[in-house]
């Protein structure tokens, strides 16, 4: 089976601009989460999409937006780039059915904002 | 408040040794736990995951106890090698089913020298 992948891998933008990122979720997996990874924070959790619906949300601003697509695909939105948006974004998918699944992650898209 | 501790410091040992990682965290509980191992510049990989009614989880190599009284989990490599160099991070799957999310730990950097 393919993995997760997410596009771009790598993305320079300017503060105050938005950027979409995308992420294909292994074929099956009905759940998509979103993860911002920073040196200081770590790796923290964004929010999840089931079946197109958002399941559950991490603690960012209203800035940070997402949504899934029939076929389990998942985009995320960044609105009004700010420097300290510049992270790691990682994808994960899972069968997301009950409890105790693991997650796949993609290898990321790496944001740098200036 | 919540959180989950891992040792910041690197962990360095020699091939052959055992490693030890730990993961201690305060006013969560969870249902099950997990711990991933993550490359640089690549995405968490799933090792293992353990139910808070487990005590104890093995997997080649792999070993990790889960402590609810002591809110405490340990990892362990056995015969560690070169190649388990990276980082390994704790999460906490945590929410009610359907709800749940994993809350991760900021990660233990393990060296393994030859």
């Known amino acids: 089976k393919a993995g997760v992948t997410q596009t771009p891998r790598y993305l320079i933008k300017t503060r105050g601009q938005q950027v979409t990122l995308s992420c294909s979720p292994i074929s099956g997996h009905r759940s998509v989460s979103w993860y911002q990874q920073t040196p200081g924070q770590g790796l923290q959790f964004l929010f999840e999409y089931f079946s197109e619906t958002q399941r559950n949300k991490g603690n960012f601003p209203g800035r940070f937006s997402g949504r899934q697509f029939s076929n389990s695909r998942s985009e995320m939105n960044v609105s009004t780039l700010e420097l300290g948006d510049s992270a790691l974004y990682l994808c994960a998918s899972s069968n997301g059915q009950g409890r105790a699944y693991e997650q796949y992650f993609g290898p990321g898209t790496r944001l740098t904002v200036t | 408040s919540q959180k989950i501790e891992q040792n910041s410091e690197a962990l360095n040992i020699q091939e052959g040794k055992t490693a030890t990682l730990t993961c201690n965290y305060t006013?969560?509980?969870?249902?099950?736990l997990q711990w991933y191992r993550q490359d640089p510049g690549r995405g968490p990989v799933f090792l293992l995951l353990?139910?808070?009614?487990?005590k104890e989880k093995r997997k080649e190599r792999l070993k990790v106890t889960f402590d609810t009284t002591l809110k405490q989990s340990l990892f362990h490599i056995t015969a560690s090698q070169p190649a388990d160099s990276a980082t390994y991070l704790c999460a906490l799957e945590v929410g009610n089913t359907g709800f749940q999310k994993l809350v991760f730990g900021t990660g233990t950097r393990l060296l393994v020298s030859p």
């Open positions: 006013n969560y509980s969870p249902a099950y």
């Open positions: 353990i139910r808070e009614n487990e």
